[in-house]
């Protein structure tokens, strides 16, 4: 063997080690979740359970079905939407305040529902409560805002040491995505300019799809399907590399209640779908967030379309996701 094939040869095997090296380091940093996924079938609870999937199914027929598409250009039906998660705030005994701003020459409102703790921090729990244009949107995200709504009701009468908001937003979808204009942004931007100390924000993202068909779930990166189930039965949390400290402790406590299938992931920003919803804007201001989402533009066969209707979704796994949920939240605003 001669010294500069010997080279050659340690050469390659160096870099092999090397990428062996980072793969394994990013399998640790970004993908390695703690606690174990929910397996086998959920027990039955025809009693709670099957309420809160009611009311569920009640609050997402309301906002894809009554009033159906809603956004600037359907801008009755946007509004009728605010007021309808307003009235929700109010009958839950929440004292909901309205935030608006101006896009294309209308007033959007953010609205939201505060429940003050002790300490000065803050947790959010938003959703956006606009549909794409050409959409009911269902699932996108009727199903997000019920799930808000939800959650606001069963913890009207609490109180803890952070403070606990709830907030519906306007315009994530195009054309003002990831743009200054997305309600989540103006927000999140008026929360720093006000010097709020928000340490966690939860954007509640298309959560009512769910599939036991083998190769349902698609990813947005060639490989990432080694490490995740191909099957879509899943609830996923998703974060940036910044907030993986926060989506790690939330999801460890989603899973010690958790009757639901989940998983997790916390990835560079830039790779396609982790920054696509509300807690994007709360990123570009500093702020530590993640999105609890079924993946749909990797999943849902109706997503961004007019099929996207309240008769799609599952609403018992979305009503065991709120309860997993709950503990979660519990848990952020504690301490």
């Not at 935030?99 to 953010?110: H, I, L, T």
């Not at 529902?113 to 606009?130: F, K, N, Q, S």
């Not at 007019?306 to 709950?326: G, H, I, Q, W």
Request: glycine letters at 8%; proline letters at 6%.
């Amino acid at each position: 063997m001669s010294p500069r094939w010997h080279r050659e040869v340690l050469k390659r095997v160096y870099a092999v080690l090397v990428l062996v090296a980072l793969g394994v380091f990013a399998w640790w940093w970004m993908i390695r979740m703690p606690a174990q996924s929910f397996h086998g079938s959920p027990p039955e609870d025809a009693g709670a359970q099957a309420a809160l999937g009611n009311e569920l199914a009640a609050d997402v027929k309301t906002l894809a079905g009554d009033i159906g598409e809603r956004n600037v250009v359907h801008y009755d039906e946007l509004r009728a939407a605010a007021d309808f998660i307003e009235q929700s705030f109010v009958k839950a005994g929440l004292h909901p305040r309205r935030d608006g701003y101006e896009a294309e020459g209308k007033v959007c409102d953010n609205i939201e529902a505060e429940i003050p703790g002790i300490t000065g921090e803050v947790v959010v729990v938003g959703a956006h409560y606009d549909s794409v244009l050409g959409s009911p949107g269902a699932n996108d995200n009727g199903s997000g805002v019920a799930a808000l709504l939800a959650l606001a009701r069963r913890f009207a009468t609490s109180s803890s040491a952070r403070t606990l908001r709830f907030v519906a937003f306007p315009n994530e979808e195009p054309g003002y995505f990831q743009t200054e204009q997305m309600g989540s942004w103006v927000y999140a931007s008026r929360c720093k300019a006000r010097g709020d100390r928000i340490t966690a924000m939860i954007s509640l993202e298309t959560i009512g799809y769910f599939s036991d068909a083998p190769h349902s779930q698609k990813f947005p990166v060639h490989g990432l399907g080694l490490f995740y189930p191909t099957t879509g039965n899943f609830i996923a949390f998703v974060a940036n590399t910044s907030s993986r400290k926060l989506m790690r402790r939330a999801l460890a406590t989603f899973r010690a209640h958790a009757q639901l299938p989940s998983e997790g992931a916390a990835l560079p920003g830039a790779v396609p779908g982790v920054g696509w919803s509300d807690h994007w804007a709360f990123w570009q201001h500093g702020y530590p967030a993640f999105m609890i989402t079924d993946t749909a533009p990797f999943r849902y066969p109706h997503y961004h379309s007019r099929s996207d209707t309240p008769d799609k979704l599952d609403y018992d796994s979305m009503a065991r996701l709120v309860r997993a949920s709950e503990h979660m939240i519990r848990d952020l605003v504690a301490r």
